[in-house]
């Protein structure tokens, strides 16, 4: 399927690394205007900064999506500076917590749901009146742990099942406005993504043995790319030996 995203204006959130910054990469590699947002400035405007050297039309806005005046400055932003927007990507995530649930702290707790739960509803409700505008596409980045039991992080998995029933909701309201809703479930990407035990996934696993986040940038782009009147509701993307877990 060639991809085309000329004159679209794209919304990424944890765009400063991994999976966010893969992605934006992606997009404005197929024409997109991409306004990136992650809370760390400098590798923002670094990659702004890239993408624009290659030719892409880039707009840096340092965001914390726990924090909903900042994800409505964002989208105002965006919509300012392009006119509109047709693809967001919510995709900012963290993972605390990942202990005995009798030993999970509050603060953890709490930081992964505002991030996961509080920050996705928070870009969404920002991102839903444009994407109707447009009849864009919104992908969430969800993951393997909101599909099945995820014991080494409670926390971090009860907030992806809630992205997950969100999203598929969300796509059930606003499907007959034209806009398109699609789910990814990543498993096992190597990426600077990090729980308790300080170790990365990129660290963790060896090249070739997990999930590059390029892989799941292209999967985020056909899903962004479907054609009006279609939707790539959800889509799993796991490492081969994932479900040998159980």
Do not use: C
């Not at 782009?221 to 993307?237: C, F, H, K, Q």
């Amino acid at each position: 399927m060639e991809l085309d995203f000329d004159g679209d204006v794209a919304v990424v959130t944890g765009a400063s690394s991994g999976i966010g910054e893969a992605t934006a990469r992606r997009l404005a590699a197929e024409g997109a205007d991409v306004v990136l947002a992650a809370r760390r400035p400098g590798p923002l405007d670094d990659l702004a900064a890239e993408l624009e050297a290659e030719g892409a039309d880039a707009l840096a806005v340092p965001t914390d999506v726990r924090e909903e005046s900042e994800v409505e400055e964002l989208v105002d932003r965006a919509v300012d500076r392009f006119g509109g927007v047709d693809v967001g990507v919510v995709n900012a995530g963290v993972g605390r917590g990942a202990t005995d649930v009798a030993d999970i702290d509050t603060e953890d707790f709490r930081a992964t749901t505002a991030t996961n739960v509080d920050g996705a509803f928070f870009a969404t409700r920002a991102l839903v009146p444009h994407l109707r505008d447009s009849e864009g596409s919104l992908v969430f980045v969800g993951s393997y742990a909101g599909q099945y039991p995820y014991p080494s992080n409670p926390v971090y998995g009860a907030s992806k099942a809630w992205l997950r029933s969100f999203a598929h909701s969300v796509e059930a309201q606003v499907g007959d406005d034209g806009v398109g809703v699609s789910l990814l479930n990543p498993g096992g990407v190597r990426t600077s993504f990090a729980f308790d035990d300080g170790e990365s996934q990129a660290e963790r696993y060896e090249a070739g043995d997990a999930i590059e986040p390029e892989e799941v940038a292209e999967t985020i782009a056909l899903a962004a790319g479907v054609g009006a009147g279609a939707t790539l509701s959800e889509v799993d993307i796991y490492r081969r030996d994932q479900l040998s877990e159980f």
